[in-house]
């Protein structure tokens, strides 16, 4: 699944929850075996709190990222966005 497709699913979970009357929650991105899966996180938990990137994904020796952490973004990044148009411009998706 792309970071478009994700994030387009991000977006409808989060309009759900709001029209469901859920408020307080981050729309979380859950990695599984068969892909990606929306969660919720409490805004509590995720309020002034940044998630460092893994020291241990950085090969500071060749100045790049290690295997790890490329087989951790790849599904996220592969692939490619087809973009519709409509009259020259692009028709975006509306979930209402």
């Known amino acids: 699944m792309t970071d478009n497709q994700v994030a387009a699913m991000v977006g409808k979970v989060g309009v759900e929850k709001i029209l ?29 709190y940044t998630k460092p990137f893994p020291k241990e994904w950085i090969d500071v020796e060749n100045r790049w990222v290690t295997k790890d952490a490329i087989e951790y973004m790849l599904p996220l990044i592969q692939g490619n966005v087809d973009v519709p148009y409509e009259n020259g411009l692009p028709k975006y998706i509306r979930f209402i």
Not at 26 to 31: D, F, H
Not at 37 to 46: F, M, Q, R, Y
């Open 20 to 48: 469901s009357g859920v408020s307080d929650v981050m729309i979380s991105i859950e990695k599984t075996e068969k892909g990606f899966e929306p969660g919720t996180v409490p805004l509590s938990k995720v309020a002034n």
